[in-house]
């Protein structure tokens, strides 16, 4: 069975730090494009960062540039986003999503809400 299973997720201060993991099972993220994406209360869901499976060529929406960072192990089949100096609008539930390798740039994929699958989400709360 596919599955993403994104984990994280919680309750931080304004300023501080959350490293959200997503499990691919089923799949081989070597043959995949990876992405983050997040839904804040009474939004759009948004792209914000997308990596290519297999030369981890990057995209970052701007707001989030310089305090994200998207990586992968894919010996571990894992997907991260570490996440700093939290702001109260990085709130809101962060999907994962992985896209076969190759169909389009990284930076359509976040823009376009592109995936082939998707996890179920984590909420992160930034609040003080």
């Known amino acids: 069975q596919l599955q993403l299973v994104e984990s994280g997720g919680g309750l931080v201060q304004p300023g501080g730090s959350l490293r959200l993991s997503c499990a691919a099972v089923g799949l081989n993220l070597d043959y995949y494009d990876i992405g983050w994406f997040r839904q804040a209360p009474g939004k759009e869901r948004e792209g914000v960062s997308c990596?290519?499976?297999?030369?981890?060529?990057?995209y970052y929406v701007d707001s989030v540039k310089g305090r994200f960072i998207i990586s992968s192990d894919n010996a571990k089949n894992t997907v991260y986003l570490q996440m700093n100096s939290l702001k109260p609008e990085d709130t809101g539930v962060y999907y994962c999503?992985?896209?076969?390798?190759?169909?389009?740039?990284?930076?359509?994929?976040?823009?376009?809400?592109?995936?082939?699958?998707w996890g179920q989400g984590t909420r992160v709360t930034v609040s003080s």
């Open positions: 999503a992985v896209l076969g390798r190759g169909v389009t740039t990284v930076q359509k994929m976040c823009q376009m809400n592109l995936g082939n699958y």
């Open positions: 990596m290519t499976g297999y030369n981890g060529v990057t």
